[in-house]
């Protein structure tokens, strides 16, 4: 625990973090800060959508669809 505050409050933070996956083109995301900025939308709307409480968050940066989320698990 020391050696996690000792690096800052992101070393926390990335440990904790899954990787997410774009269900309409694929795109995987390290996190979902990350599919934030690239799409421009907010995280907590992503974060929803991942949890079910609302079925799309934020569009396509190309065609304006609505894009789908879900943790991604590479197996």
Do not use: H, V
């Amino acid at each position: 625990m020391k050696k996690n505050l000792s690096l800052g409050p992101q070393a926390s933070a990335k440990k904790r973090s899954k990787k997410i996956r774009c269900i309409n083109n694929g795109k995987i995301f390290n996190s979902i800060c990350e599919a934030e900025k690239y799409y421009n939308t907010y995280k907590d709307a992503i974060g929803r959508c991942l949890r079910g409480k609302i079925k799309t968050a934020g569009k396509d940066l190309k065609t304006g669809e609505k894009l789908k989320w879900e943790f991604y698990e590479n197996n």
